[in-house]
DNA sequence: TGAAATGTTGGGGCG
DNA sequence: ACGCCCCAACATTTC
């Protein structure tokens, strides 16, 4: 009688393509497949409220996959090395395997129960799975990780490119009978009171089959059009697979693949091929220095920065969060995070750089706000691309690039579709005032039912006299 | 993956 | 015909 093996499921929830899931069901041992909801491990970067409502969906829908190949999913909550250790007693499991993950707590954890399972006697194998590049592989000339985006993709993307999915196999796993499991409604990771996710699932999918559709609809409606709709937030022109990917419920290996099969059979897609891709290069970009550089989610990349005047704001700070900072397009971008769990990549650059550049309140406070409310909270992509807007990260934008958040919205949402969704009061105003309701005449106010400073914030900062303290408390740290 | 300030050029109105 | 001014359009530099 073969002892069992335990595949724990973490960030990675999928069956498809998934190395180590393949590697455990190679080995013909019965299976366990286990999620722990461990509350301890992660720190200070336990999952935010938008998450959990994710991770619940997300779970469920694997555990329905993992039941069409005759799999339970067996749930857990605590310390992972103690549940780990509580199920290897109850089913005599001599192996565990895994998918890696990158966030230093998560790397220090992996080491920790290695350790302790060899201890034990009990094998700890971890897998690739997560990136299309690990980490480790990636290194410049003088065998140094890379520090500008650039070079690094273009590393990538001359060398060997990512193996291909692995083809689907099915019903190899056998499982090893009942293990008793937890309900995941008593985790009671959904909101209730308000239950403010209340529609979320009639834009949302989390899962494998929702990750797969979205990106079918990407592929034939999206793509074409990449390099330029990818600016549009009122377009659908964006994958929205973030969520998807930060779960594990599609590997990139697949997003890959699809991409330059259509980029063969379509050559004059190419360029936006090429775009999408090195979107996601600038997600491996943000695991790899993440990986490399674990301080990256709480300290500046660039050391000068420790010394910036930050102003802590709280009212401030409430009414960026709230979406009444009185410039339209930063309350548009704050008030979708808020109602879907998501905001688009452009709007996120503009709310971001106007929370550090024209009200001076440290990223890290954004990047906190961000991961509670995100469906796609992701410590490495949060993490970097907070840095990047404030001036602080490893090739960041130059602190001195200052949004303007009248023009961005003058070019990026030219009609007013994004606005008028997401700020009705100011939906009757005409669109060469959407931007800028400050500078509407009376009768245009009036016609438009608009007073300003009631119904509509007036602006929060003077657009021209904050930029110009952001620079000058810029000058302040500058070597 | 910016914006604003500053510099340059060239066309048109006009004395 | 010419110089002058204005200004849009574009380019460069500066923050």
Redesign the pocket.
């Known amino acids: 009688m073969t002892n069992p093996l335990i595949y724990w499921f973490r960030q990675d929830l999928r069956v498809h393509d998934l190395p180590g899931l393949a590697a455990a069901a190679a080995t013909g041992q019965p299976l366990v497949a286990c999620y722990i909801l461990d509350d301890e491990s992660p720190g200070e970067h336990l999952a935010g409220s938008a998450s959990k409502w994710w991770l619940h969906h997300s779970l469920q829908a694997l555990a329905g996959e993992l039941r069409t190949i005759g799999i339970t999913l067996t749930l857990r909550r605590g310390r992972a090395a103690d549940q780990l250790g509580r199920l290897i007693e109850e089913t005599g499991a001599d192996a565990v395997y895994c998918t890696r993950q990158y966030e230093p707590w998560a790397g220090q954890l992996e080491l920790e129960l290695h350790a302790a399972l060899q201890a034990q006697d009990v094998s700890f194998k971890r897998y690739p799975g997560s990136l299309l590049f690990e980490p480790d592989d990636i290194m410049n000339r003088s065998g140094q990780p890379f520090k500008v985006?650039t070079p690094f993709w273009r590393h990538c993307r001359n060398g060997a490119p990512p193996p291909p999915p692995q083809p689907a196999r099915e019903a190899i796993l056998s499982h090893s009978g009942t293990v008793p499991s937890e309900s995941l409604d008593s985790w009671q990771l959904c909101p209730h009171n308000p239950n403010w996710a209340a529609d979320w699932l009639t834009f949302w999918q989390p899962g494998s089959a929702g990750a797969n559709s979205k990106l079918r609809v990407f592929l034939a409606e999206g793509l074409a059009d990449y390099s330029e709709g990818r600016n549009h937030p009122a377009r659908e022109t964006t994958s929205r697979l973030s969520p998807h990917l930060h779960f594990g419920e599609i590997s990139p290996r697949q997003l890959w693949q699809q991409a330059q099969k259509l980029a063969a059979r379509n050559p004059a897609q190419q360029e936006q091929v090429d775009k999408f891709l090195s979107?996601m290069g600038?997600r491996e970009f943000s695991y790899h220095l993440l990986y490399h550089f674990p301080a990256m989610a709480e300290e500046p990349f660039k050391p000068q920065f420790k010394h910036f005047p930050w102003q802590g704001d709280k009212a401030a700070l409430t009414a960026w969060q709230q979406g009444q900072t009185g410039y339209p397009i930063v309350d548009a971008g704050m008030r979708e995070l808020w109602h879907t769990g998501y905001m688009h990549n452009?709007i996120r650059?503009v709310v971001a750089s106007f929370l550090t550049k024209h009200l001076l309140i440290h990223w890290r406070a954004g990047a906190r706000w961000f991961w509670d409310t995100l469906v796609d909270a992701d410590l490495a992509n949060n993490s970097c691309g907070w840095q990047w807007v404030a001036g602080s990260g490893a090739d960041a934008?130059?602190y001195?690039?200052?949004?303007?958040p009248i023009?961005?919205g003058d070019?990026f949402d030219a009609e007013g579709i994004y606005i008028r969704r997401w700020v009705p009061e100011l939906a009757g105003l005409p669109d060469r005032y959407l931007n800028r309701p400050w500078e509407a005449p009376p009768e245009v106010l009036a016609a438009a039912g608009i007073t300003p400073g009631e119904s509509y914030p007036l602006p929060m900062v003077d657009?021209k006299t904050a930029?110009e303290s952001a620079?000058a408390a810029y000058g302040s740290i500058r070597g």
């Open positions: 985006f979107e600038w452009r650059m934008s130059p001195f690039r200052i949004f303007n023009i961005q070019k657009h930029r620079l």
